[in-house]
């Protein structure tokens, strides 16, 4: 709790004990005038206290919140450029290193390793055979995994055949 806030939460208590020094509890009469002024000026202290931890609450809402949003928007913006330059060395990397070339070093290996077969669908999955076709609402596409079943087995699909693709690794 910040000092404002501890002094602030004391204030109704003082005013309670100093209303009981300023008032006689039996008769309802003043019998204490500086005891009822210092009531008074507890009350003036009590508006501005929670005035200033108002203040407070609204500003951490604006000034806080505004800088943390900053902060984050900077931050992603450095995720974008880090992701993006990761992009374009990965691309370099594929271009240097040939199909079968394995380079190692103290911290990293890079290599090529064949990637599971799939399949490649060559035209609009609209023109493949319905049992070949997967009905996504307003979208037709080609269903690889019927197509590459029906390929395994000896079955000829038009426009598709199956592929055998390379993966660069990075470990």
Same mark, same amino acid.
């Given at each position: 709790?910040?000092?404002? *806030?501890?002094?602030?939460?004391?204030?109704?208590?003082?005013?309670?004990?100093?209303? *009981?020094?300023a008032i006689d509890s039996e008769t309802g009469e003043i019998i204490n005038d500086t005891a009822l002024a210092k009531v008074e000026a507890l009350a003036a202290q009590k508006v501005v206290a929670a005035s200033d931890l108002a203040l407070f609450v609204k500003e951490c809402d604006t000034i806080a919140i505004a800088h943390l949003d900053s902060v984050i928007g900077e931050l992603q913006k450095k995720r974008q450029r880090i992701a993006h330059a990761q992009e374009v060395a990965y691309a370099v990397l594929e271009k240097i290193v040939q199909p079968g070339e394995k380079i190692d070093s103290d911290f990293v290996s890079v290599s090529w390793?064949?990637?599971?077969?799939?399949v490649k669908v060559e035209g609009p999955a609209d023109l493949l055979p319905p049992e070949f076709q997967r009905v996504i609402p307003a979208t037709v596409e080609a269903d690889k995994k019927k197509i590459k079943a029906a390929l395994q087995a000896g079955q000829e699909v038009p426009g598709c055949k199956i592929v055998q693709g390379m993966t660069l690794q990075v470990r």
């Amino acid at each position: 709790m910040t000092g404002l *806030a501890w002094r602030a939460a004391q204030i109704p208590e003082q005013i309670e004990q100093a209303f *009981a020094e300023a008032i006689d509890s039996e008769t309802g009469e003043i019998i204490n005038d500086t005891a009822l002024a210092k009531v008074e000026a507890l009350a003036a202290q009590k508006v501005v206290a929670a005035s200033d931890l108002a203040l407070f609450v609204k500003e951490c809402d604006t000034i806080a919140i505004a800088h943390l949003d900053s902060v984050i928007g900077e931050l992603q913006k450095k995720r974008q450029r880090i992701a993006h330059a990761q992009e374009v060395a990965y691309a370099v990397l594929e271009k240097i290193v040939q199909p079968g070339e394995k380079i190692d070093s103290d911290f990293v290996s890079v290599s090529w390793r064949k990637s599971p077969p799939s399949v490649k669908v060559e035209g609009p999955a609209d023109l493949l055979p319905p049992e070949f076709q997967r009905v996504i609402p307003a979208t037709v596409e080609a269903d690889k995994k019927k197509i590459k079943a029906a390929l395994q087995a000896g079955q000829e699909v038009p426009g598709c055949k199956i592929v055998q693709g390379m993966t660069l690794q990075v470990r």
